[in-house]
């Protein structure tokens, strides 16, 4: 019996009853339909996969009910008859695995992707989308009010459960009821009546069209996070209006595009960001109420529910992360969930690039329809890993997953590499998370793990591998410019920092990438005064956007100044000259050089490797220095292919 009782009890929606309490929220995903919108095996696999995981409640993501709506170019589109085959073969694959399938409908209005885009009113998004909208007609939203109907009955004629209405996160209905987005003059802007006016149109035409008993969720915002935005009073005053013309939940989301507050958090966000506003629509209506935001872990989940803050908890990225984190949870293998690190990267930024979306620590997103189980390999072999970082123990973890006898070697005491270093910082610990997980893993597996043991002949005729997987990571490079290694200043590198070493107070950074702008917010929280010296255009272009911008807002203050498109012509005793966007700057009265720029691979232990004639793959930073998502990935296919 599962600890987690209140979150995998049973919930009635209108006529839909739920095994458990979990949605997968609905993610635009961007990936698995053809040139005409339709849906392909590439989605339905992605989507069998968290349904054979457990999740009580799925949606499909981003279905556009109109051409003029689409959020991204590969979503699903629901404005044409034609797309109804798909659909059916879709909902035939889900069916055995017991889950309520939905999806959720929805218009992107002045945040379409599309160069001709409508809204309420000629006013741009923003944030993100860039353009003047143009203004519908009141015959234009009488003809979107029935697109919605329209796409509802199609949606039912496939065989869906239920389907949820997007409005919220400063798409079109929620343009509508925003006093920044609409200014309309008639009876659809102005009062809060009319503003609400297209939501509740399109409520009856769904209605009208899917039947009375076919369950209609509605997202809605709690708050828009926006000046002058639709608000948690507006949500209040709403939410009973919405459940007396038919809605039969309630999901209770935050932000526009442009809000203080991101629609799709980063790890710098509490976990359980937005459930109290979710929380607070449940006291005022009798319908199921759906709280959300940065909820990764059962555990949250099932309190959220305990304590009546709300009756369903939604969770995305984290299913994402772990298709099969509900069962792995209701089993009681919490420890065997791999885990949502809440970088943003795979997931929303690819989105947002109008890319296919991934995972930074799932490898698996979107090749889950090609994918067949793990099988053991033909031939069982010794494997040497070296090196203990993110590459080295997802490839020793596949390995032995396959049934390989796995040895890592590392030379330090710890495991983590310079992901632990990057854990260091305000704001970004969640990144040891991974690590901690594959730990987990590869002591569950049975491999051998030895620190404080470097490579050497001894330990290869002790091991005697068959095949040796190289994960020895990377150092920071040091650049030669003038002064730089005959300046007064302290000179270290950004893992020195990291790892402990700060001897000064006033800190020159050279570098703006990530590693530069988060080592500038770990400098400035112990009290130091810190100037980032960026030779690019842009800050930290290697991350998320959305991770991204809760670390520049925390460097707004006195003690952090941002210099960007840097040309350093020298350093001085205490100090540097250079120009910023060809102006001329001269800083003097610093006591510490920061380097914080390129990383350099570390592979001496190949020499030892190549006289053995022993099979070795390089891999990780070692290779090439690269991000997580690309280690990842490829540590897990070298440990599919030994």
């Known amino acids: 019996m599962t600890i987690l009782r209140h979150l995998f009890s049973p919930i009635q929606i209108g006529c839909m009853r739920a095994k458990n309490r979990l949605l997968m929220s609905a993610m635009s995903i961007n990936f698995g339909v053809d040139e005409k919108g339709c849906v392909t095996d590439q989605l339905t696999g992605y989507l069998a996969a968290r349904a054979r995981g457990g999740a009580g409640m799925i949606l499909v993501g981003g279905g556009g009910v109109h051409p003029t709506g689409a959020e ?27 889950t309520c399938f939905g999806v959720q409908i929805m218009h992107g209005g002045r945040q379409s992707y599309l160069d001709h885009r409508v809204a309420p009113s000629a006013i741009p998004a923003p944030a993100v989308v860039k353009g003047i909208p143009k203004a519908l007609t009141t015959d234009e939203i009488g003809g979107l009010v029935a697109s919605f109907g329209d796409a509802a009955r199609r949606c039912r004629d496939a065989g869906f459960d239920f389907v949820e209405v997007h409005g919220a996160h400063g798409y079109l209905i929620n343009q509508f009821l ?47 996070y926006i000046d002058n935005g639709w608000g948690l009073d507006d949500a209040l005053r709403l939410a009973p209006i919405l459940e007396k013309n038919g809605a039969d939940y309630l999901h209770v989301s935050a932000g526009v595009y442009g809000s203080t507050q991101l629609t799709i958090p980063s790890m710098y966000a509490e976990h359980g960001c937005f459930v109290h506003l979710a929380e607070a629509v449940k006291q005022v209506v009798n319908i199921p109420v759906v709280g959300v935001g940065r909820v990764k872990s059962p555990e949250l989940a099932d309190r959220i529910l305990k304590e009546g803050r709300a009756d369903v908890v939604a969770m995305g990225r984290a299913l994402i992360a772990d298709p099969m984190l509900p069962e792995k949870a209701r089993a009681g293998n919490l420890n065997r969930i791999r885990p949502c690190i809440g970088c943003c990267l795979g997931c929303i930024h690819a989105v947002l690039a109008l890319e296919p979306g991934g995972c930074v620590v799932n490898p698996d997103v979107g090749r889950e329809y090609m994918m067949a189980e793990d099988e053991k390999a033909s031939i069982s072999k010794t494997v040497l890993v070296v090196g203990a970082g993110p590459a080295g123990l997802a490839a020793a973890r596949m390995a032995a997953m396959r049934g390989h006898r796995v040895i890592i070697s590392e030379e330090k005491g710890s495991v983590g590499g310079l992901l632990r270093l990057a854990a260091t910082p305000p704001g970004r610990g969640e990144i040891m998370d991974i690590i901690d997980f594959l730990s987990r893993e590869v002591e569950r597996l049975g491999v051998a793990l030895r620190l404080n043991t470097k490579l050497d002949e001894a330990l290869l005729d002790a091991v005697n591998p068959d095949a040796v997987i190289l994960a020895s990571g990377s150092l920071p490079d040091m650049p ?90 020298r350093f001085s005793d205490d ?46 930073d070692a290779k090439t220095p690269r991000n997580l998502m690309l280690a990842q990935s490829e540590a897990e296919e070298i440990g599919r292919c030994i």
């Not at 309309?184 to 008993?213: M, P, V």
């Open 480 to 569: 030669i410019i003038k002064g730089l290694f005959t300046t007064g200043m302290d000179l270290c590198t950004v893992t020195e920092v990291l790892d402990g070493k700060i001897t000064g107070d006033r800190v020159i950074i050279l570098g703006g990438g990530q590693a530069g702008l988060v080592t500038a917010d770990f400098l400035t929280e112990k009290g130091r005064e810190v100037a980032v010296l960026n030779r690019k255009r842009h800050f930290a272009e290697e991350m998320s956007s959305n991770d991204r911008f809760y670390l520049r807002e925390r460097l707004k203050g006195d003690t952090v100044h941002l210099y960007k498109q840097v040309a350093v012509k």
């Open 575 to 620: 100090g540097v000259v250079f120009t910023t966007v060809g102006m001329p700057v001269t800083l003097s009265g610093f006591d510490t050089v920061v380097v914080a720029e390129a990383m350099t691979p570390v592979r001496d232990a190949k020499r030892i490797l190549d006289r053995r004639h022993i099979e070795v793959t390089v891999i990780g």
């Open 178 to 224: 925003s006093p920044n987005a609409n200014h309309r003059e008639d009876q659809y802007g102005g009062s809060f009546e009319n503003r609400t006016r297209f939501f509740l149109e399109l409520l009856a035409d769904i209605k009208a069209k899917a039947g009375a008993d076919f369950p209609v969720g509605l997202r809605i915002n709690g708050e828009d």
């Open 72 to 98: 991204a170019p590969d979503l699903p589109a629901l404005w044409d008859d034609g797309c109804i085959p798909a659909l059916k073969k879709m909902v035939e694959a889900i069916r055995p695995f017991d």
